[in-house]
């Protein structure tokens, strides 16, 4: 069973950035970035291809967070500059255990880290 561990979140004021990385155990195809607020559904994020890493992002994100991985290490990353209050949540890793077009719905996603807080204070 793949495990996918999150790790960076923290607390941070209005503007400031943080890095979320997330280790996979093993090889995960497509890998996207999800998150959840407080009595809100999980939403997408970030997503990126396992073929040539291209990207897909939420409006809400766009020239803000920026996606990558590094294949040899099983790892991904989201970088997150200009943080605002609206982007706290918990934030969770997902990986595709089949090679796919990139996506943005939860379902598509086989594997899920248990997520980390992020908390961006006003």
């Known amino acids: 069973q793949e495990q996918l561990v999150e790790s960076g979140g923290g607390l941070v004021q209005d503007g400031g950035s943080l890095r979320l990385s997330c280790a996979a155990s093993?090889?995960?195809?497509?890998m996207a970035w999800f998150r959840q607020a407080p009595g809100k559904e999980r939403e997408f994020v970030a997503g990126?291809?396992?073929?040539?890493?291209?990207?897909r992002y939420a409006d809400s994100v766009k020239g803000r967070f920026t996606i990558s991985r590094d294949n040899g290490k099983n790892t991904l990353f989201l970088q997150m500059n200009s943080l605002k209050p609206d982007d706290t949540a918990v934030y969770y890793c997902a990986g595709e255990s089949f090679l796919g077009p990139l996506g943005s719905n939860a379902p598509q996603y086989d594997y899920w880290g248990q997520g980390t807080q992020v908390t961006v204070s006003s």
């Open positions: 093993g090889r995960t195809f497509n």
């Open positions: 990126i291809s396992w073929i040539d890493r291209s990207t």
